[in-house]
Each structure stands twice: as structure tokens, then as C-alpha cells.
């Protein structure tokens, strides 16, 4: 059974997105009112805001952590064009100063001539590296090359997708046999312009990206994508959101002769659902890629699961306000439904799931009254 909390986060505007680090114990919040809160989980489980402040001059769209090992860093993105790495400077452990903190702008990233939509750090194995995408259809990969001097940043890559770029994802593999890639979506209302997902792969002979594949059946603007954990799987598995929920699985094609191209691969769609009735904007899995989370503009999260043939079904809903939802016919009425200990649920699994858009990127699960306020859904399984 899943638990909801409501946080009275104070921002002053619509909440865009919602971001766990990799341990699950701090969050952090952006929004329209230009500033980003951190809140700390504490012993008891309850949430508390430790620091915030304003990052933007514009709406805040995403903001994401990096991986620990670098630190406790942050980088957000805003309609202003800029993106911001941040990071925490430690005060003495007095009793004062205890349960405060205080974080300093590294840089800024002005390259943009647009809103930067999104932004993502690498994986870990690939160093310290951030990937932005803008609505100007360009997708720019930074490198810090000195992890302890985090106002150094260098501009390594500059894609050009030819279409406004909405959302990224990495994919997560460290398998030597996948080279690094990604997934790019667009928010392109204009239908006639096919394959709204675009994947680049890295290739070590030219060390530039390469599209290595064009989603074609995606012709609808796309609100947000997720690669799955790999988990060490020999193909990989991408959730998209746009007008339904849409699952593919990519797989590689041998390669008959070494050549410098790209990797080819056979783009199946395993599952695709229409059960939100309205826009998809967020996707997210957890830590074990066996669970899927979506929310979408019907006020409602969902959770999808895939039983031991590949049959992806919906295995909980539940409503943006925190209630179980009643009275569906054939649907489950409650999160109690989920899969028992077998699944645990990690709180990555909702990331983002309670945050709005306003405009193109209209508000969508919670009810207008509590888009200022975050919804924490804890499985506690997992705990």
C-alpha cells in the first residue's frame, strides 16, 4: 500500500518539477516563482525545507541532481535561456549552523538563443558531464574537466535535432557493448512532421554523436522520456510520454563488418495505453526498470507492470490529491493493488510526477489548488 503526504512547499507559482538525488533522501523542487527548494528527509520521515533561493529570471523548467561521487550538486533550466550548475558549500557542524545549507552558483550556461527545456547529467561512469536541450532544437553537452573546479565548464557537443526540443534521457548502460546514447523528444504540435524521438549514439572514430535512430510512429509532441535501467540487458527499453503512454525496445542489429556508422537497431513498440484519456507529461521507472510511473492532465498516477510473457498491464492508480480512485470498472481502486515485497518501489520511480507546465506545457495531476504543494507517494516497502 503506497502513502501520500501533502508538503506545503510555498512556492509562489506552479511547481514544474520535482527531482530525488540518488539516495532517495533529498529533494529538490523548481517553479515558476524563478526558485528551487531543497528539502531533507529527516528520522522520522518527514520533509523539510533546508535551503532556497532564486536561480532564474524566468520559469525554472527541470531541475536534477548529479551523481554523489561529485558531490552535492544541482543543475536547473529556465525559459531565460541559461542553465545553472549549483553546489553545496558545507558550514561548520555547530549547533547553529546544523541542518542549514548553503549553495553557491558554479556557472551559468548561456549558449542558448531559447528556453532551455530540459536538463540531464551523464552517467557517472562517463565523468561529470550535463546535457541541455532548448527549444531552439539544439541539444549541447558540457564537460567539467576538473571535478574540484566546477565554474570550468566546456562545450564538448552541439547536436542539431531540427526540431524544438522538449525532453532527454541517457541511457544508463555502463556496458562496454553499448557506447554511450541518448533520447531526444519534441514538443513540435505540427503532426505532419514525423518521428518526434531521436536517438544519438556516440561513435569513438569520429567522437562526435551520430543519429543512430528515428522513432517514425511518434507524431505527436512528446512531454517526457525515460530510458530504463539496463540491468544488463543486451537491448534497451524507452518510455515515452505524449498523448498516451508508449513503451519501445530498441535492439541492436549485429553489424556484418566494423564500420563507422552508427548502431542500427529494430525499434519494437511492447506496449502503448490510452488509459490516461489526456496529455502524458511525465514517465519515470524505478530503480529495477520492473516498474513504470506516468501522470497525465486526468489528475491521475499510474503504475505499469510487465508479467513474465512481456504483457505490460496497469497495476495501481492513484489521484493526484493523494486519494485512492473509486469507481472504475476493471481498473485497480487502489495502490494496494501494486505487486507485493517481489517489487520495491523506489522514490525515483514518481520523479517529477507532481509537477505542472503552464501554457503549451499545461498543469496536469494534481487539482489546480494543490499544484504549489508537492505529493510524496512512499511505498513502505521500500523503507
Known sequence: ?????????????????????????????????????????????????????????????????????????????????????????VG??????????????????????????????????????????SADGVVRIYEAPDVMNLSQWSLQHEISCKLSCSCISWNPSSSRAHPPMFAVGSDDSNVTYGGKVQIYEYNENTRKYAKAETLMTVTDAVHDIAFAPNLGRSFHVLAIATKDVRIFKLVPMRK??????????????????????????????????????????????????????????????????GSPLTGSSGQPTAMSTVVGSSVQTSQNALNGMTAGRIGKRAPFAPPLRQLTSPKIYQHPAYY
Open 1 to 89: 500500500m503506497f502513502v501520500a503526504r501533502s508538503i506545503a512547499a510555498d512556492h509562489k507559482d506552479l511547481i514544474h518539477d520535482v527531482s530525488y538525488d540518488f539516495h532517495g533522501r533529498r529533494m529538490a523542487t523548481c517553479s515558476s516563482d524563478q526558485s528551487v527548494k531543497v528539502w531533507d528527509k529527516s528520522e522520522n520521515g518527514e520533509w523539510h525545507c533546508t535551503a532556497s533561493w532564486k536561480t532564474h529570471s524566468g520559469s525554472v523548467w527541470r531541475v536534477t541532481w548529479a551523481h554523489p561521487e561529485f558531490g552535492q550538486v544541482l543543475a536547473s533550466c529556465s525559459f531565460d535561456r541559461t542553465a545553472a550548475v549549483w553546489e553545496e558549500i
Open 92 to 133: 561548520e557542524s555547530n549547533d547553529k549552523q546544523r541542518g542549514l545549507s548553503h549553495w553557491i552558483k558554479r556557472t551559468t550556461l548561456v549558449d542558448s538563443r531559447t528556453s532551455v527545456t530540459d536538463v540531464k547529467f551523464a552517467p557517472k561512469h562517463m565523468g561529470l558531464m550535463l546535457t541541455t536541450c
Open 256 to 321: 556484418e563488418s566494423v564500420s563507422a556508422g552508427p548502431t542500427k537497431f529494430e525499434v519494437q513498440i511492447v506496449a502503448q495505453f490510452d488509459n490516461h484519456n489526456s496529455q502524458v507529461w511525465r514517465v519515470s521507472w524505478n530503480i529495477t526498470s520492473t516498474l513504470l510511473a506516468s501522470s497525465g492532465d486526468d489528475g491521475c498516477v499510474r503504475l505499469w507492470k510487465a508479467n513474465y510473457m512481456d504483457n505490460w498491464k496497469c497495476t495501481g492508480i492513484l489521484k493526484g490529491d
